[in-house]
């Protein structure tokens, strides 16, 4: 039968009820596991229940006569003394919770209920009290709260987006778990001095005091909590003892933040009062120093991060560069403005919110040349194939025709796994520099087109093929010709329309005063039209015009003025024509730069004809028979050709840079009568012939000037053979006359004299005076003969029939002729050898070339003397000798007798009629049966003309 079955067993028996219920009552207390505790009414423990041993590790008899509160927490003291004094009063306490101290110094949680025993009057006599072991509850409980604690500081940590606040949350945290009065962190900085980052109830005094100060050197490895319980007992050195005093801390706790085995900062937890410091608080705040070492660390790395994240977005917000990050599956996951901007939206967010496909249809994609480059070949897409890449790219928007250069470096970011996840592409618009330096290149192309040629016609095609299409759509020109502006040349991107442009530009020149054209003229400024047709109105001659120009559809032009050395001579225009966008002030300088060049190459162009023209001029002057002399406005000879050398007798050499006077003599009276044209494009002026000494000769020259901004043109003529032709051709007309005059009138005389009646005349008067009519008519017949003859000759109808002739013959009967007619003092003889050979010779004209000569020998030997025709062979030619003794021929006319019409002085022939005529034909028909003719005389006394044929084969 068990203790408890005996008791109850005593339940039926009859006897001492009150003894079995005494021990009924000691068996319970035994048994209990509830600590029973009995005091009296101060708290001096007079039973102990056997759970003090087994629960405490007490001895319950041991115990008694101690004051319970000995073994009580002192945290939880007070709260156990007032409930003594409370139930000594008269009251039950029900379930305080407090914690006794264990024999081996742990201490356990109780849940106890007091209630009072009354004594025998009535009174409270002791104090009764059970409690409940609740360790494990309690733990629990600390346990939920530690983990709430940790639960918050990880929320904190969680939701903190500075160190600052994460730091003020768990100390807030930390606080209202551990109940500790006050409490700060510290954390290293980077010198490795603790500084507070976050406190509760410390003073800035206190703060200023301690920080700094740490139980721990810097690099300990696991630093263990430091606990002071009474901080009036700890062994702080004097000052920092002081110091925390003088705060009114009792009581603190180290704990250490460490993080990966290194000391980060630490937790300090205060006590007004001393305080032990229980494990469960230390490992709290151990833990949440941990958690709070990890979090500030991770925060710190994160604002570390969210810094140069933002950073880096604001770099790449404002970088030129675009960037784009596409995924492994080819969407878009980050673009930042620069990427958007060169896709043609405003911002990240506007591209990213565009719909791929759609922003894809925006653009023609081209490669550097200009052909179409495939999507896979965009090194964005390249590198989500594992490829680094670069290249331009371009980019021309469909709907402007606008394009975009940009160079493209894609990178592949590859994941954990070793696969691409992602592509990187850095854009950079390199389109303004490609602009630059396409224009550079263009404008060095264009220099070197523009200077390969001198020739005008190729300049402006060189420019027209420089200009379109890859500047301009058309570009006209327009040059100054004698100060009307004119259009040189055209070229429209559109064949067809180069043609229309030409015509227009001709039927309404561009001589609007508020066509650019005109403006750029006036004011040498380019001009740029950024909308041609808006225009139109204001720069058109008349409705029809506006209509052309509307027609032509040009957007924009630029008018570029043309100038050269100072002088501006003409415009270049250059339009704009779709799909080609309008030109906007970029261009105007790419035209600008264009037109200096093409000024210049103009302007050699123009230089290159003009001294082009000047030297074949020059050249010309070379070959002019005229003299031409250019005179400055200084008097100076500036141009000398060989003509003026030929007519002054004077070599360019010694003439050029010379005053003009110095070269031609009397130039001042000759100048005074010479009157120049009023200016170049009246003509020379009417030319004069005037007489100028040359070298002591007289010369008659015909004058003409003509005035040129730097001075004179003359140009000299030298008509004095003209002159002289002209005298003898008057000289003649009088000649003949009065060689015709006076044979007529002989004959005339004769006959008049025969027919009279009234006058008888002997036969031998009669005879006579018909001997005088036939000589003189045979006369009248040689004179009209010789004019016969030679204008056969000069109308070139004089045949010549040559044949074998008998020379010795011919000359004899000629002779034989003229011996009759010749006056009785003129011997004249004819010789000729025996053997002499044929002469090859026409016949009459032989004939008469000897008649002519012995004529003559006898006319001009007006003293009488010999004449003697004599032959003989020469070689292979027979020569026919004419000696006269008479008036002989001056040495410097001798090669002047054989010119038509010329005559000595009379002076020199004492009167002896002639035509001059006859040896004029006798040379013409002695050249054309092929023979020489000539004269010798010394001009004294006697002549000697001899003529020689060639002998008949
Ligand atoms: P013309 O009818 O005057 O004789 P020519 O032609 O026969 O014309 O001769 C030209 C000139 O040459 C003559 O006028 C004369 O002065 C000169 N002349 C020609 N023959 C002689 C001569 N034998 N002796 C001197 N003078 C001559």
């Known amino acids: 039968m068990s203790e408890a079955e005996s008791i109850l067993a005593h339940d039926a028996a009859d006897g001492d009820d009150l003894l079995y219920l005494a021990a009924f009552q000691q068996l319970v207390l035994d048994r209990s596991h509830d600590?029973?505790?009995?005091?009296?009414?101060?708290?001096?423990?007079?039973?102990?229940?056997?759970?003090?041993?087994?629960?405490?590790?007490?001895?319950?008899?041991?115990?008694?006569?101690?004051?319970?509160?000995?073994?009580?927490?002192?945290?939880?003291?007070?709260?156990?003394?007032?409930?003594?004094?409370?139930?000594?009063?008269?009251?039950?306490?029900?379930?305080?919770?407090?914690?006794?101290?264990?024999?081996?110094?742990?201490?356990?949680?109780?849940?106890?209920?007091?209630?009072?025993?009354?004594?025998?009057?009535?009174?409270?006599?002791?104090?009764?009290?059970?409690?409940?072991?609740?360790?494990?509850?309690?733990?629990?409980?600390?346990?939920?709260?530690?983990?709430?604690?940790?639960?918050r500081v990880a929320d904190a940590v969680g939701r903190a987006t500075s160190l600052t606040e994460l730091l003020d949350e768990s100390i807030d945290t930390l606080l209202e778990a551990t109940g500790a009065d006050r409490a700060a962190v510290l954390l290293l900085d980077d010198d490795n001095v603790m500084r507070f980052r976050a406190w509760r109830g410390l003073s800035d005094e206190y703060r200023a005091g301690t920080e700094g100060h740490s139980p721990w050197a810097p690099d300990e490895l696991d630093p263990q909590p430091v606990l002071v319980g009474d901080a009036s007992h700890a062994d702080f050195d004097e000052r920092l003892g002081n110091v925390i005093r003088r705060e009114g801390i009792a009581s603190l706790a180290f704990i250490p933040l460490v993080h990966g085995d290194r000391l980060v900062g630490k937790f300090m937890l205060y006590h007004d009062e001393s305080h032990e410091w229980g494990d469960s608080e230390v490992r709290l705040a151990g833990t949440i120093a941990n958690h709070l070492a990890s979090a500030a660390i991770r925060t710190k790395a994160r604002a570390a991060l969210r810094d140069s994240r933002e950073l880096l977005e604001m770099i790449m917000r404002t970088v030129d560069e675009g960037v784009i990050v596409q995924a492994a599956e080819g969407g878009i996951v980050y673009a930042n403005d620069g990427a958007a901007r060169v896709i043609g939206f405003e911002t990240a967010a506007d591209f990213l919110a565009a719909d791929p496909r759609e922003v894809l249809n925006r653009f023609e994609i081209l490669d550097e040349d200009g052909n179409p480059l495939a999507a896979d070949q965009l090194p964005g897409r390249r590198a989500l194939r594992g490829e680094s890449s670069e290249r331009v790219v371009r980019y021309r928007v469909l709907e402007t025709g606008a394009e975009r250069w940009s160079f493209v470096r894609a990178n592949p970011v590859y994941g954990d796994t070793g696969s691409v996840e992602f592509a990187i592409s850095v854009i950079h618009d390199i389109t303004t520099t490609r602009a630059r330096v396409e224009r550079v290149r263009f404008l060095a192309r264009a220099s070197e087109l523009l200077n390969e040629t001198l020739e005008i016609e190729s300049t402006l095609g060189a420019l027209a093929d420089i200009a379109v299409p890859a500047f301009a759509g058309h570009v006209t020109v327009d040059l100054y010709d004698d100060g009307v502006l004119r259009c040189v040349g055209a070229r429209h991107v559109d064949p067809v329309k180069t043609e229309l442009m030409i015509r227009l530009r001709r039927k309404y020149p561009?001589?609007?005063?508020?066509?650019?054209?005109?403006?750029?003229?006036?004011?040498?400024?380019?001009?740029?039209?950024?909308?041609?047709?808006?225009?139109?109105?204001?720069?058109?001659?008349?409705?029809?015009?506006?209509?052309?120009?509307?027609?032509?559809?040009?957007?924009?032009?630029i008018v570029v003025p043309l100038t050269a050395r100072g002088r501006t001579f003409g415009a270049i225009t250059f339009g704009t024509v779709p799909p080609q966008l309008p030109f906007t002030e970029p261009d105007l300088e790419v035209a600008v730069e264009l037109g200096r060049r093409a000024s210049a190459a103009l302007d050699n162009a123009l230089l290159y004809r003009e001294v082009g023209a000047r030297a074949h001029a020059a050249k010309a002057l070379e070959f002019v028979l005229d003299g031409v002399v250019l005179v400055d406005s200084d008097g100076i000879v500036r141009l000398w050709n060989p003509g003026a050398a030929r007519v002054f007798r004077v070599k360019a050499q010694k003439a050029l840079g010379r005053p003009v006077e110095d070269v031609i003599a009397d130039w001042n009276t000759l100048s005074e009568r010479i009157t120049a044209a009023p200016d170049p494009t009246a003509g020379a002026s009417r030319p004069e012939t005037l007489p100028v000494d040359v070298k002591g000769n007289e010369r008659w020259l015909s004058i003409s000037a003509v005035p040129f901004p730097g001075g004179t043109v003359y140009a000299f003529c030298d008509h004095t053979e003209e002159r002289a032709v002209d005298q003898l051709k008057s000289d003649f007309v009088s000649t003949v006359s009065h060689e015709l005059r006076t044979p007529l009138a002989a004959i005339y005389g004769a006959a008049l004299t025969l027919q009279r009646d009234d006058v008888r005349l002997e036969e031998s008067q009669r005879t006579g005076l018909l001997d005088v009519i036939s000589s003189e008519a045979d006369r009248l017949a040689r004179i009209v003969n010789q004019i016969l003859w030679a204008s056969r000759l000069d109308s070139g109808q004089m045949g010549v029939a040559i044949e074998s002739c008998d020379a010795a013959k011919l000359a004899h009967q000629v002779v034989h002729a003229l011996r009759a007619l010749a006056p009785a003092d003129v011997e004249l003889t004819c010789e000729a050898p025996d053997a002499l050979p044929p002469v090859a010779a026409d016949p009459d004209k032989l004939r008469q070339v000897l008649t002519n000569l012995v004529d003559n020998a006898v006319k001009y030997s007006p003293d009488g003397g010999s004449v003697r025709l004599s032959l003989s062979l020469s070689g292979s030619r027979i020569r026919f000798r004419i000696d006269d003794q008479g008036l002989g021929i001056p040495p410097a006319e001798q090669s002047r007798i054989f010119e038509k019409f010329f005559r000595l002085d009379p002076n020199l022939t004492r009167g002896v009629g002639g035509t001059g005529l006859g040896l004029y034909i006798s040379r013409e028909l002695v050249l054309r049966m092929h023979g020489r003719i000539w004269v010798l005389s010394d001009g004294r006394r006697g002549s000697t003309f001899t003529v020689e044929l060639p002998v008949a084969s």
Do not use: C, K
Not at 103 to 123: A, C, I, K, M, Q
Not at 510 to 532: I, K, M
């Open 35 to 151: 600590l029973i505790t009995v005091m009296d009414r101060v708290g001096t423990i007079v039973y102990a229940s056997p759970a003090w041993g087994s629960l405490l590790g007490w001895d319950p008899d041991a115990v008694v006569g101690s004051p319970v509160l000995d073994f009580v927490h002192p945290d939880d003291a007070e709260g156990a003394s007032v409930a003594i004094g409370r139930v000594a009063a008269g009251d039950s306490i029900d379930a305080i919770t407090l914690r006794l101290r264990a024999n081996d110094g742990r201490w356990v949680s109780f849940d106890s209920t007091t209630t009072p025993l009354p004594g025998p009057h009535g009174e409270v006599a002791y104090v009764f009290a059970t409690a409940r072991d609740v360790t494990e509850r309690e733990e629990l409980r600390e346990r939920v709260r530690e983990v709430d604690a940790l639960y």
């Open 510 to 557: 561009p001589t609007v005063p508020e066509h650019p054209v005109q403006r750029a003229l006036r004011s040498g400024e380019p001009q740029l039209v950024p909308d041609v047709q808006a225009e139109a109105e204001s720069m058109a001659h008349d409705e029809e015009h506006v209509q052309a120009i509307h027609e032509l559809g040009n957007t924009s032009g």
